[in-house]
C-alpha cells in the first residue's frame, strides 16, 4: 500500500531533549517535506526536499533540523525541543516538486513539557 | 507579506444542499492551487488541483473554480452528505513551497 508513515504518532517530553520523528515514503517520490499544525494557524511548512542530499528551509525552520540521506527518509529533528513547538507535525511527499498532490502521513503530536 | 483566507466562520449545511468554501490570496501569483479534506486527528488527503489557466475543474459532487484575477477560488460539494463533514484546506503552490490556509470546517446535517 503507498503511504507516509511517521513514527512515533505521539510524543511527550521535557525541553531540551533532543528528539527524531522519522518520516518514510514508498512511493518513489522526489519531493519531501514537514509541517506543523496549529490551531488557527493552519498547517506551516518547516523545511522541505526536492530529492537527495538537497533541504530548504520553510517558513517556520528555526529550531528545527532535517536531513535526506536516503530517497524514502526524512526525518524531523529537534536538539533541544522547547515548549513553543508542542504541535501536530505531518510529513508529506509528492512525485515532484510542482504540480503534484501531497500525500500526508498519519501525524505526530508532541508535547514539550 | 503573503496570505491565504478561507471562510473563518464554520460551515454548517442541511444535508443535500451545496457547500460553498471561499479561498482568497494576496500577494501570491500561484501556478497551482489545491484542495484537501481533513479528518480530525488524521493528515489531510488530496482533493483536486487546480491550474492558473484552468477556470474549472469538477469530481464526482465537488467543483473548483480559480480566478486569478480576484485571486479567489471557490469549493463547492453539491448533494451533500452527513459524511462530507470535515475540514477543507485550501493550498497555493509558488516556487516549490505549498502554502495552506487555515481550513474551513463544513457539518452536514442529516
Known amino acids: 500500500e503507498a503511504q507516509v508513515t511517521q513514527n512515533p504518532r505521539y510524543l511527550i517530553t521535557v525541553t531540551g531533549k533532543k528528539l527524531t520523528v522519522t518520516c518514510s515514503q514508498n512511493m518513489n517520490h522526489e519531493y519531501m517535506s514537514w509541517y506543523r499544525q496549529d490551531p488557527g494557524l493552519g498547517l506551516r511548512q518547516i523545511y522541505y526536499?526536492?530529492?537527495?542530499?538537497?533541504?530548504d528551509k520553510g517558513d517556520v525552520p528555526e529550531g528545527y533540523k532535517v536531513s535526506r540521506k536516503e530517497k524514502r527518509n526524512f526525518p524531523l529533528i529537534l536538539e533541544s525541543p522547547s515548549p513553543n513547538q508542542t504541535s501536530l507535525y505531518f510529513c508529506?511527499?509528492?512525485?515532484?516538486?510542482?504540480?503534484?498532490?501531497?500525500?500526508f502521513g498519519s501525524g505526530t503530536q508532541l508535547s514539550v513539557l | 507579506s503573503q496570505k491565504i483566507e478561507q471562510n473563518s466562520e464554520a460551515l454548517n449545511i442541511q444535508e443535500g444542499k451545496t457547500a460553498t468554501l471561499t479561498c482568497n490570496y494576496t500577494?501570491?501569483?500561484?501556478?497551482?492551487l489545491q484542495w484537501y479534506r481533513q479528518d480530525p486527528g488524521r493528515g489531510p488527503v488530496f482533493l483536486l488541483l487546480?491550474?492558473?489557466?484552468?477556470k474549472e475543474k469538477r469530481k464526482e459532487r465537488l467543483k473548483v473554480t480559480f480566478d486569478t484575477t480576484l485571486k479567489q477560488s471557490l469549493f463547492h460539494i453539491t448533494a451533500s452528505q452527513p459524511a462530507d463533514s470535515a475540514t477543507y484546506l485550501c493550498?497555493?503552490?509558488?516556487?516549490?513551497?505549498?502554502?495552506f490556509g487555515a481550513g474551513t470546517t463544513v457539518t452536514v446535517r442529516a
Open positions: 508529506a511527499s509528492s512525485l515532484r516538486d510542482r504540480g503534484e498532490k501531497l500525500f
Open positions: 493550498a497555493l503552490e509558488v516556487d516549490y513551497k505549498l502554502s
Open positions: 487546480i491550474r492558473e489557466n484552468e
Open positions: 500577494n501570491y501569483s500561484p501556478a497551482y
Open positions: 526536499s526536492m530529492n537527495v542530499e538537497v533541504t
